[in-house]
């Protein structure tokens, strides 16, 4: 009789161990997986090269929303400031048909294909 209660303190101390051991186990491919999934750190010249590459987007995006310019010149599509966009809608849209034709006349004129280049002759024809 005595040796049931030693049989199941071994048991008990086995299953311990394994689970401590997959705990572990679990554990240190957790770490790892942390360790190698981290990026680089960033040097201080990349950290000034992304500061100024943010300075200057963000000095176009201030340029482009608040300055006309032309978009292609050769089709007539010109970038407007938001106002003046915003003023040029609302007075367009106070005959609703009509606006719609416009839009519809400019997307068209803006999506349009270039024209084919010609096929240039075989020399040897």
Known sequence: MND?????????AASAIGILGSLLIVAALAWAIHEYTQPALLGEDQ??????????????EADAVNNTAWIDQGKGLVRLRIEDAMKL???????????RSNLIDRVEKATA???KV???????E
């Open 113 to 115: 294909p270039p024209p």
């Open 118 to 124: 010609p096929a240039k002759p075989s020399p040897f």
């Open 89 to 99: 809608v609302e007075r367009e849209w106070q005959n609703p048909p009509a606006a």
């Open 4 to 12: 049931q209660p030693s049989g199941n303190r071994c048991g008990f």
């Open 47 to 60: 950290a000034a090269f992304r500061s100024k590459t943010l300075v200057e987007m963000r000095a176009a």
